[in-house]
């Protein structure tokens, strides 16, 4: 590989550049906005007051569509979940699951899936 290709990949890597534009392509394709620069901007400015703690992140999924998820992995309606299914839902939403210290015997309630979507999400934005 050549030096300048690594130094790409090295400058893309530390500043975390590909899960950034992860998440704006998906938000971009949730909400589907008429102008779709503009919506951009209005998003980068939402990360910016978050990281001042002037304003909220902007987050791909509601309540309701956490709860929905937690529904659809929850198929015999026991009220939770297995680790594994928990994540493979984050890495569906493009959300890192490096830190996860979870034993394979641990059930996975809906109020611990909210917290930690909510978490991951918040964590995403600190590119």
């Given at each position: 590989?050549?030096?300048g290709e690594e ?9 975390r550049?590909?899960e950034?534009?992860h ?8 909400h589907?906005?008429?102008?779709p ?6 998003v980068?400015?939402r990360?910016?007051a ?5 304003g909220?992140?902007?987050f ?7 709860d ?9 309606g ?5 680790p594994?299914?928990y994540?493979e ?9 490096e ?6 015997d ?11 979507m909510?978490?991951k ?6 590119v």
């Amino acid at each position: 590989m050549a030096a300048g290709e690594e130094q790409s990949r090295e400058y893309l890597r530390r500043h975390r550049l590909p899960e950034l534009l992860h998440r704006l392509g998906a938000l971009l394709l949730f909400h589907r906005p008429e102008r779709p620069r503009e919506f951009l901007i209005q998003v980068l400015e939402r990360v910016k007051a978050g990281r001042r703690a002037e304003g909220e992140y902007p987050f791909l999924m509601d309540e309701a569509n956490v709860d929905a998820m937690f529904s659809l992995l929850d198929v015999l309606g026991q009220g939770h979940i297995r680790p594994a299914q928990y994540r493979e839902a984050l890495k569906t939403l493009g959300l890192s699951t490096e830190d996860l210290e979870l034993e394979d015997d641990v059930n996975i309630t809906l109020d611990v899936f909210k917290e930690g979507m909510k978490k991951k999400m918040l964590e995403s934005w600190s590119v």
